[in-house]
């Protein structure tokens, strides 16, 4: 058995080894950069959320009474 099949990393485009674990990644760092992008996308879409909870703190750090 000396011919392995491989699948071209959809990151880098290196062939990845089915045998290895990061497997269809060609290595554990472009599988994390994979996750890096879907987490980016995850965190646009999850952005106005977070800028909601910030205008929230900030009107009610303004709504301080002043006597
Ligand atoms: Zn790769």
Same mark, same amino acid.
């Given at each position: 058995?000396?011919?392995?099949?491989?699948?071209?990393?959809?990151?880098?485009?290196?062939?990845?080894?089915?045998?290895?674990?990061?497997?269809?990644?060609? +290595?554990?760092?472009?599988?994390?950069?994979? *996750?890096?992008?879907?987490? $980016? =996308?995850?965190?646009?879409?999850? +952005?106005?959320?977070?800028?909601?909870?910030? *205008?929230?703190?900030?009107? $009610? =750090?303004?709504?301080?009474?002043?006597?």
């Amino acid at each position: 058995m000396t011919e392995r099949k491989t699948r071209d990393c959809p990151i880098c485009g290196k062939p990845a080894d089915p045998a290895q674990r990061d497997f269809p990644f060609c +290595s554990q760092r472009c599988r994390t950069i994979d *996750l890096g992008n879907w987490a $980016s =996308e995850t965190y646009v879409a999850h +952005s106005p959320i977070t800028e909601a909870d910030e *205008l929230l703190q900030v009107l $009610s =750090e303004q709504q301080q009474p002043d006597e």
